[in-house]
């Protein structure tokens, strides 16, 4: 099974993520929104298997510098759409892959989720 953890190389939250599953010997694969543009229909999935506002972050300053009228989301596609338009309104880390989605870390969700691997 494939890991795949989404998020940006600086972020702190994604680098705690990146260390916890190499302590753990995880098999992964970082994708670097920044570098690799987000695939639309892997954040409509997302959105689907979880609450859509919680894949929106909202505390990031790029939520901050947008304008009234953008931060007006009351549906899935809304916010994907954003995301798309500026992908580090996405909550980080996102873990993809072993058979549920992990929204931002805490490590022992990544415990009880990846310990059967």
């Known amino acids: ?7 940006l190389k ?11 599953l190499e302590q753990h010997n995880v098999a992964h694969e970082f994708v670097d929104i920044r570098e690799h543009e987000l695939d639309s229909g892997a954040l409509a ?3 689907q298997a ?8 909202r505390r990031s300053t790029t939520w901050r510098q947008l304008a009234d009228t953008e931060k007006q989301i009351d549906d899935a596609d809304g916010a994907c759409r954003l995301i798309l338009q500026h ?14 989605l992990l ?15």
């Open 1 to 7: 099974m494939t890991i795949s953890v989404y998020g």
């Open 10 to 20: 600086n972020c702190d939250s994604c680098r705690a993520a990146r260390r916890w």
């Open 45 to 47: 999935r997302w959105a």
């Open 50 to 57: 979880t609450d859509w506002s919680i894949l929106l972050n």
């Open 87 to 100: 992908p580090t309104l996405l909550k980080r880390p996102v873990l993809d892959g072993a058979g549920e």
């Open 103 to 117: 929204v931002g870390f805490k490590p022992a969700d990544y415990a009880r989720v990846l310990e059967t691997l």
